[in-house]
């Protein structure tokens, strides 16, 4: 089932107008784009007829509109949107072509107009909004067959021809939704395609929710949950108006506060958001095949962290979870031991003759049963949950789906290292919000960090599942207008481009005196 939440509170609006009385003036306005609703169209001269008699295009127009100026094509039937055409898509291009010959076709025999749709006839109109490069649109509404409306600038005109619906229609396509299976099992790879996003770049959301939930609500994040029982499950970014990317079912997901919980095996309705529609599915999540791992989040589908559970203890590889947290890692072979550490010195341990396994972390020794390595397939295991907490991660494990969900905080910069300096403290603060609010996909605190009409949220858009696990080092420089640069160096974990670290360039500027993040390279 195909929902279409904006179109469908016009709908009822409109109707509502349309059917009780008439539509006023301020509803008319909003019917029609904002160029249009406020024309400074002239009266139609009269022909020798007595109608009113065709006119040029503006001069502010080309006489006509090449196919290589055209950015976008949107065309719209009541609550059905096709698949919008662009122009930096190749196999669009044949389309645009025919595209630009007819609303040429139109322009040439335009009649100033002040024509109104309103009501039914304005919601079951048929509509076309052709964008050029330039940021100028041209907006055809259809009330029939063949007589047309459209909307140039500020300038509204009316024409009649009995070829250009139909033939605009052959060059649309109804947007498709696919997902790989219906009864996906928790750690289980599914896929999703489809070719019904509204823009040209954006995010699609799956989200699971219990049969019968209703309603529609903004999370503190900024992102818009179908209802308050949804757990978000997958974000990833569209291109063109389509997407086809896999993700693992997760063990769980982000309810609408911002928590995390456990997708309890059994019956839901999977729906998957693109900003403009939402399709809902039916299915049937089985249980998992092996344990599940979850850090902040995001599956662990890495095969060089996959856990092995052992005497009812959870273990990982220990090279793998060094190198995936930035930790330093030793095995003492002659000992028995495994050291891990996060600090640059670390106290001498005193193993004497001792030869049974035992787990170092930051010099102190962690004692209990459940607190030693194993040599599983001849590679040194860890105990996570004795591991993570004696890093002061928070661990916990959830039967009903087998997974263990570890929380960590990022090492970020020591603010008051940097208290001497007002401009330095105020881009270390800066930094450290960037890292917790990319990690958290928080879309509302990280617009509040950025300069004014910054686009901070595209960031989202190509990081992927990538975590920030800390900044480890950072340099400042002065740069020219009194901006101040900094290149700070981020490890990563789940980075779409496999990488371990990188040193984005982080520019700072003043903005009616506060310091805000400007740009990141």
Do not use: C
């Not at 055209?70 to 065309?75: L, S, T």
């Not at 067959?145 to 500020?154: H, P, R």
Request: glycine share 8%.
């Amino acid at each position: 089932m195909n929902i279409q939440r904006l179109y469908a509170l016009g709908l009822s609006i409109l109707l509502a107008a349309g059917v009780l009385g008439g539509t006023t003036a301020a509803a008319q306005a909003a019917e029609l784009p904002a160029a249009a609703a406020s024309s400074t169209a002239q009266a139609p001269a009269a022909a020798d007829d007595g109608s009113a008699a065709a006119v040029p295009a503006p001069a502010k127009w080309p006489e006509t509109i090449q196919a290589a100026v055209i950015a976008r094509v949107q065309m719209q039937h009541a609550d059905m949107i096709y698949v919008p055409l662009f122009g930096s898509r190749e196999a669009d291009k044949a389309a645009l072509a025919k595209t630009a010959i007819i609303v040429n076709r139109l322009i040439g025999k335009l009649k100033p107009s002040k024509e109104q749709l309103v009501g039914e006839d304005s919601f079951f109109s048929t509509n076309l909004d052709v964008m050029l490069t330039d940021g100028t649109e041209i907006y055809l509404r259809f009330k029939d067959s063949k007589n047309v409306l459209v909307y140039i600038g500020e300038d509204e005109y009316s024409t009649v021809d009995d070829l250009a619906l139909s033939e605009l229609y052959k060059l649309q396509q109804s947007p498709q939704s696919d997902v790989s299976t219906r009864s996906p099992a928790i750690g289980q790879t599914v896929r999703m395609t489809g070719s019904d996003a509204p823009l040209q770049h954006g995010m699609v959301r799956v989200f699971v929710e219990t049969p019968g939930s209703s309603g529609g609500y903004q999370a503190p994040k900024g992102i818009y949950y179908p209802s308050k029982r949804a757990l978000l499950v997958y974000s990833a970014p569209y291109s063109e108006a389509r997407y086809d990317f896999q993700f693992t079912m997760p063990a769980y997901g982000e309810a609408i506060d911002g928590s995390f919980k456990p997708i309890t095996p059994g019956k839901y309705e999977l729906d998957v958001d693109t900003g403009a529609s939402m399709t809902m599915r039916s299915v049937t999540i089985a249980p998992p095949a092996a344990a599940q791992f979850v850090i902040n989040g995001v599956v662990v589908s890495d095969p060089a962290l996959a856990p092995v559970v052992k005497n009812g203890v959870m273990l990982l590889p220990m090279r793998a979870l060094a190198e995936a947290f930035g930790w330093d890692v030793k095995w003492d072979a002659a000992h028995k031991a495994a050291f891990v550490s996060s600090l640059s010195e670390v106290p001498a341990a005193s193993l004497g003759s001792s030869t049974a396994l035992s787990l170092w972390v930051n010099g102190e020794q962690l004692a209990g049963a459940n607190a030693k390595p194993v040599v599983v397939k001849g590679s040194i295991y860890l105990p996570l949950r004795a591991t993570a907490e004696a890093f002061g991660f928070h661990i916990e494990w959830t039967q009903s789906v087998r997974g263990a969900f570890l929380t960590f905080m990022p090492q970020l910069l020591k603010e008051s290292l940097y208290a001497g300096d007002a401009r330095k403290l105020a881009a270390v603060k800066l930094m450290n919000g960037y890292v917790n609010a990319l990690n958290g996909r928080d879309v509302s605190a990280l617009g509040k960090l950025f300069v004014k009409n910054a686009a901070p949220a595209t960031v989202i858009e190509t990081i992927g599942q990538r975590l920030i696990t800390g900044i480890r080092s950072v340099t400042f420089e002065d740069r020219p207008g009194g901006t101040l640069l900094a290149n700070a160096t981020f490890t990563y974990l789940f980075d779409p481009n496999g990488n371990k670290s990188g040193t984005p360039g982080i520019v700072f500027a003043l903005e009616d005196g506060v310091w805000k993040i400007a740009d990141v390279d």
